[in-house]
Nanobody, 127 residues
Framework: VQLVESGGGLVQAGGSLRLSCAPS????????MGWFRQVPGKEREFVAV????????GYVDSVKGRFTITRDVAKDTVFLQMNSLTPEDTAVYYC?????????????????????WGQGTQVTVSP
């Protein structure tokens, strides 16, 4: 059971991308969902979280005001709209699920994450 990320690519600084995340098999409806990112040599970091019903969202400080996480419950898909991208946003982006938003915010090492890590989607922002 995996979550499949898509939508990454190469974009110039100041540009936008929209990432998508959907399960390959079982549904994660009823769970909080989160986006994480990782650059080579660094730990995977929490980026954004959304509650099971979309009512609550949270972001790491570095993306507040630029990134927006949403979910389409009917389509069982989570999105990350990324605007005003900078080279510092370059990373592989992953999604995962957890029973609560706090479990997602704990970070990529949280024992409460529900899915094995997928392959992620590469986001590259050029200067």
């Amino acid at each position: 059971v995996q979550l499949v990320e898509s939508g990454g690519g190469l974009v110039q600084a100041g540009g936008s991308l929209r990432l998508s995340c959907a399960p390959s098999e079982r549904t994660f409806r009823g769970n909080a969902m989160g986006w994480f990112r990782q650059v080579p040599g660094k730990e995977r970091e929490f980026v954004a979280v959304i509650s099971w019903n979309g009512a609550t969202t949270g972001y790491v400080d570095s993306v507040k005001g630029r990134f927006t996480i949403t979910r389409d419950v009917a389509k069982d898909t989570v999105f990350l709209q990324m605007n005003s991208l900078t080279p510092e946003d370059t990373a592989v982006y992953y999604c995962n699920a957890a029973p609560t938003t706090s479990a997602v915010i704990e970070g990529a090492s949280s024992s409460r994450l529900l899915a094995p890590w997928g392959q992620g989607t590469q986001v590259t922002v050029s200067p």
